[in-house]
C-alpha cells in the first residue's frame, strides 16, 4: 500500500474508532502521528534491493568463473567447487540474516537453492547414477523446502512450489498431455499421487505465512493437476474414469470453498 493511501485509510479509521469510543482525541493524534513519522522515514528497501543485486551479482560471477574452466577441472574439483558454492552461499545468507540484513540473506539463499539443483546432477554425473529428470526434481524440491523453512523465505518457498510442479509434470508417463491412448496404464505417476503432499506442504506453508505468491502458485498447480486429469479420463474415452474425474472436481471445488472460509 502506498503511503500516502495508508495514512488517508488510517485517518479514517482512526475516526471511526474515535466516534465509536475505543480512543481517544489524544490517542488517535499520538497514533496518526506515529505512522506519519515512520511512513516518512527512509524504509531501506533501496538498500536491501542493493544488497539483494550485488549478493545475486556476486553469486553468477563465481558460478561464471568455476563454468569457464569447467572443463580442465578433475570431476572431483566440480564436485568441491559447487559445494563450495553451496556453503558459500547459505553460510553468507546466515550471517546476512543475523546482521539484520534480510535482502542479501534471501538472495544468498536463492542462489544455495539454485546451485542444489546443479550440485545433484553434479553427483549423479559424477558417480554414473541413472536417474531422469523427475528424479533431480524431486530431491531438489525437497532440499529448497528444508532450505526455505530454515531461512523462513518466501522466495524459496516459491521456488519449492515450482520445483515440485516440475516433478509432477516429468514424472508422468509418456508426455504431460493427450499422446497416450486408451491402452494407457493407471498408475500412481500417471494421476499424480505422489505430487499431492508436495502440493499440500506449499499450500499449507504459504498460507501459514501468509504468502499470496506461494498460495496463488499452489492454486494453479491444483487447477492444472485437475485440468490434466480430466483431459486425461476424456482421453481415455471411458466412462468411468469420466465421473471419477468430474467428482474429483466437484470435490476439490467443495473444499477449497470451504478453505475460503478459514
Partial sequence: MRDGAY???????????????????????AAFADARNRTARPSGAFANVAAALGAVLFGL???????AN????????????IIFVLWLAFGGALLAFRRHNPGMGHALALIGALSMGGAIALVGQTYHIEGSAAGLMFPWAIGVALAAIVYSSHALLILYVILAFLYFAFDRPGGFFLDRGPSTTPSPELFGLYYLPLLAFGAWLGRRWDSGAAMHLSGLSALLWLAVLFVDSVWLGQ????????LMLAAAGAVATGASEY
Wanted: positive net charge.
Fill in 239 to 246: 466412462q468411468r474414469e469420466f465421473i471419477a474425474a468430474g
Fill in 61 to 67: 560471477g563465481v558460478i561464471t568463473f568455476i563454468g
Fill in 7 to 29: 495514512l488517508k485509510r488510517l485517518s479514517a479509521d482512526l475516526a471511526r474508532w474515535q466516534e465509536a469510543g475505543v480512543l481517544d482525541a489524544g490517542q488517535a493524534a
Fill in 70 to 81: 569447467w572443463d580442465l577441472l578433475p570431476k572431483l574439483a566440480r564436485l568441491g567447487a
